[in-house]
């Protein structure tokens, strides 16, 4: 038995909590650290087409222990498998009786019908956390109907498409109309496949019928289409927005930038953490600018700014940084600067060009940081 005191052994567990092979090592020397040690080794739990039924037969089991230190279950199937494996809406009675559970990750679970996002409704009610990846919904409808039934969800990721082209947030035979989201919902990230341009359009309107607090939001594969939908979102979204990450596609215009975006720029004025990613262009360039130069500076929020620059097929040797530095250094409470440049046409001398055209009054106040990676155009 260990004669550590208990402070001691909390801190050496959380120091190997990432090696769960020496943690149950540890637990077979003494049962007090296997107490100890359960919620970190038992925590997580990913089920895959060929162990699931093993989890099953285990979790019927009269000798398993372990089910209530899980607390984050995740789901994940081959991503281009969409014929075999375990039927979802099969399973998802089976996973009843997690009282612990707090997170529900889902990765390329084909396709979610109705009746299955009722039977997840019924077993998954007061999860906080919840990751939908590569799997798609008969619409949107039932894809909010499903958010809004989560009332404890704080934290939203999905990369998710549709089977039917529909538009708003109409109701669909079988499915009321959905309530407004959860107001417990914190943590935002979106990304739809293209083609769905509506259908991001009716998920961004609902979240916007009664705006949750959100302080984190992510939006992914931006097409110039879209950018109507979420330049209206931003304008809903009030002061509680803190960290904001914007993946625009390579073929956003100067125009889409200025005529959709820009407007709504002035509901950011308390975004502390901003990220962007989109093509470098030119007829890209001088729209990133003047996003940048548009952003309120007063009051002066903004803390990190991190660009990602997808700069293939552009010669960026000698490219004028001088627009982009201006419409920095009006961000007075800006601390660090990140940029990311992924370019097959790119030489090493760039990263000390782009250093070199730093202000020098800006620089003496935050930390630039300038990462290159070159790959294959």
């Known amino acids: 038995m260990s004669t550590l005191p208990l402070e001691l052994e909390d801190l050496i567990i959380d120091h190997i909590r990432g090696d769960k092979k020496t943690m149950a090592s540890c637990g077979l020397v003494s049962r ?3 107490q100890l040690s359960r919620p ?6 990913t089920l895959r087409d060929h162990t699931y039924k093993d989890f099953l037969r285990l979790k019927a089991s009269r000798r398993c222990t372990f089910i209530p230190s899980i607390r984050t279950l995740s789901i994940s199937r081959p991503e281009m498998d969409t014929l075999y494996g375990m039927d ?8 009843a009786g997690f009282p612990s559970l707090l997170s529900l990750r889902v990765f390329y679970v084909c396709y979610l019908s109705a009746d299955s996002v009722n039977k997840f409704l019924a077993v998954f009610h007061d999860i906080t956390q919840l990751h939908i990846h ?6 949107p409808h039932h894809l909010i109907a499903l958010l809004a039934r989560l009332p404890r969800l704080e934290m939203l990721t999905v990369r998710t498409m549709f089977r039917t082209p529909a538009t708003g947030i109409q109701k669909l035979p079988g499915l009321p109309m959905p309530p407004d989201p959860p107001r417990s919902l914190q943590v935002v990230g979106l990304h739809l496949e293209y083609g769905y341009t509506s259908l991001f359009g009716s998920i961004l309107k609902w979240i916007a019928k009664g705006p ?12 110039p289409d879209e950018l109507p939908y979420v330049g209206n979102h931003l304008r809903t979204l009030g002061p509680t927005l803190r960290d904001l990450d914007l993946h625009l596609v390579s073929s956003t215009s100067s125009q889409a930038v200025t005529e959709n975006l820009t407007p709504h720029l002035a509901c950011l004025a308390h975004v502390a953490h901003l990220t962007v990613r989109v093509g470098i262009g030119n007829r890209h360039w001088n729209a990133y600018c003047a996003l940048l130069a548009a952003l309120p500076h007063e009051p002066a929020a903004l803390e990190t700014l991190t660009i990602f620059l997808d700069g293939h097929w552009v010669y960026l ?10 419409a920095v250094h009006v961000h007075t409470q800006l601390r660090l600067l990140r940029i990311r440049v992924d370019s097959g046409l790119f030489s090493s001398w760039a990263v000390k060009e782009i250093l070199s055209q730093v202000d020098p009054e800006f620089a003496a106040r935050a930390s630039v940081e300038v990462e290159l990676s070159i790959g294959e155009p």
């Open 88 to 95: 979802f809406t099969e399973l998802i009675p089976k996973l």
């Open 40 to 45: 970190n080794l038992f925590g997580s739990v």
């Open 134 to 139: 590569g799997t798609t919904f008969e619409a």
């Open 317 to 326: 040797d000698g490219h004028d940084w001088v627009p982009f530095y201006a």
């Open 212 to 223: 949750p607090p959100i302080r984190t939001l992510r939006l992914s594969g931006i097409w």
């Open 32 to 34: 007090a650290w296997l």
